[in-house]
């Protein structure tokens, strides 16, 4: 089983991601709304990875993955965003993510996709 923790203020995005993992049997999600409620549930427990947005409430997605990375937190961490600019992959890979997919039209496509990296991030470790 894959402890995910998904960290986005959408609640619809939320619930279609915590369905798709349902469906594949293999995948626990935790959601929550912030990077400060991130960063605190991390500092008390582990998951296997992170999905973010890249557009949080007082931090986005980037600002959290260098806080982790500050404090010596290697799991893998995926930039889930929907601004898909060059500049923001080339930031979020120098900052130590381990996958970047873009929300663009956030259908079927972007979620398989985003499943796809899931899978390869984890197995990579």
């Given at each position: 089983?894959?402890?995910?923790?998904?960290?986005?203020?959408?609640?619809?995005?939320?619930?279609?991601?915590?369905?798709?993992?349902?469906?594949?049997?293999?995948?626990?999600?935790?959601?929550?709304?912030?990077?400060?409620?991130?960063?605190?549930?991390?500092?008390?427990?582990?998951?296997?990875?992170?999905?973010?947005?890249?557009?949080?409430p007082g931090m986005n997605g980037i600002t959290l993955l260098r806080s982790l990375r500050r404090r010596g937190?290697?799991?893998?961490?995926?930039?889930?965003?929907?601004?898909?600019?060059?500049?923001?992959?080339?930031?979020?890979?120098?900052?130590?993510?381990?996958?970047?997919?873009?929300?663009?039209?956030?259908?079927?496509?972007?979620?398989?996709q985003l499943l796809r990296v899931l899978y390869w991030a984890t197995d990579s470790q």
């Amino acid at each position: 089983m894959i402890h995910l923790l998904y960290v986005d203020n959408n609640p619809e995005i939320c619930t279609l991601i915590v369905s798709a993992c349902e469906k594949t049997g293999n995948i626990a999600v935790q959601t929550l709304g912030s990077g400060a409620a991130a960063l605190s549930l991390l500092s008390a427990s582990c998951v296997d990875i992170i999905v973010s947005a890249d557009t949080l409430p007082g931090m986005n997605g980037i600002t959290l993955l260098r806080s982790l990375r500050r404090r010596g937190n290697t799991t893998p961490f995926i930039l889930f965003a929907a601004n898909n600019t060059d500049q923001l992959k080339k930031e979020a890979f120098c900052n130590g993510a381990n996958g970047f997919v873009s929300k663009n039209s956030l259908g079927k496509n972007a979620i398989s996709q985003l499943l796809r990296v899931l899978y390869w991030a984890t197995d990579s470790q």
